[in-house]
């Protein structure tokens, strides 16, 4: 998709005659977008000031008590790595703090939030549950590939262009998530550095021109996903079997991945592709993660950005802080009491 104008400059529904089901048109199946509604979840809460990108949260265990019984989420890999930030937990694609951000966010929220970005959703958030951080719902490659363009436009959504599909007549963009979230996702999404934990530093996803990417893999590995922007373009990758049978050994990273790299690459062969300036309104920020005495510190330190206001520099868990300076700890304590809140909902 082209960023401005919302046209399709290419469609690809199948890999014909290599297809068993050629005539499907993948572009428009419903399928499972796993961990590819991430963005839109962090991004609502950094919008709702429930977290900012250096906020902790726990990758741990959780059982969450549902009316119809325990959901346990699992990450990918079946491991857990203990306190992350929000920077590392999005660009890492880790399953349980997106679950835990989604009980602050609620589902309801977080639903009514993708349907602005014109994802198509079936079901009621009530039919999804929590399971909604991790992608249940079924949409097609096309919407979801224009709901990542309405990052690349600063959180603006339009549909895309007339042209396709007879849609409606150019309609005004609407501004779902704010510049400012849009921003700081996709500054996340660009940092090789903080996704090197799960997909290592030498990554096909780490472009040699600026870029914003994440991948998904669904339940039992019938899909997978890659799709992000640079600064004029969106591609939006699916991977998998028209007859939803698994492609086991086959993640997003292996399968869609390298083919949203191949086209990035071709696209910008000769065109640069620049990071976005900061919109007004964010704060760039020097933080710290502090640890118990004698441990190494949760994260290393950096520079990070905040929505106006919620700026700090000083970041712990509660109780680990006390080696910290006096004057940080009410920033500290104050940091963790929305996730305090949340976690009260999470059986540990």
Known sequence: LDNRSGEVLAWAGSSGTLSQASEVDGVLAWRQPGSTLKPFLYAQALDERRLTAASLLEDSAAEIATPSGLY???????????????????????????????????????????????????????????????????????????????????????????????????????QVLSPQAAFVVGDILSDAQARASTFGLDSVLATRFWTAVKTGTSKDMRDNWAVGWSQRYTVGVWVGNASGEAMHGVSGSSGAAPI????????????????????????????????AAGAAALEPGRKEWFLEGTQQPVFAIEGEAAGARDSSTSNIKASENTMNQAQAAIKN
């Open 72 to 174: 346990i989420p699992q990450n990918y890999d079946r491991r857990f790595k203990g306190w992350v930030s929000v920077r590392m937990a999005l660009a890492a694609s880790l399953n349980v703090p997106a679950v835990r951000t989604l009980v602050m966010v609620t589902p309801d929220a977080f639903f009514n939030q993708l349907r602005q970005l014109g994802l198509p959703l079936r079901e009621n958030a009530g039919y999804y549950g929590y399971s909604l951080a991790l992608g249940s719902a079924e949409v097609p490659l096309l919407h979801l590939t224009n709901a990542y363009r309405a990052l690349a436009n600063g959180g603006q959504f339009a549909p895309v262009a007339p042209a396709v599909l007879g849609a409606a007549p150019r309609a005004k963009p609407v």
């Open 260 to 291: 949203w790299a191949d086209i990035m690459a071709a696209l910008h062969a000769r065109l640069p592709s620049r990071a976005p300036s900061a919109p007004p309104g964010l704060r760039p920020q020097a933080v710290q993660f502090v640890a």
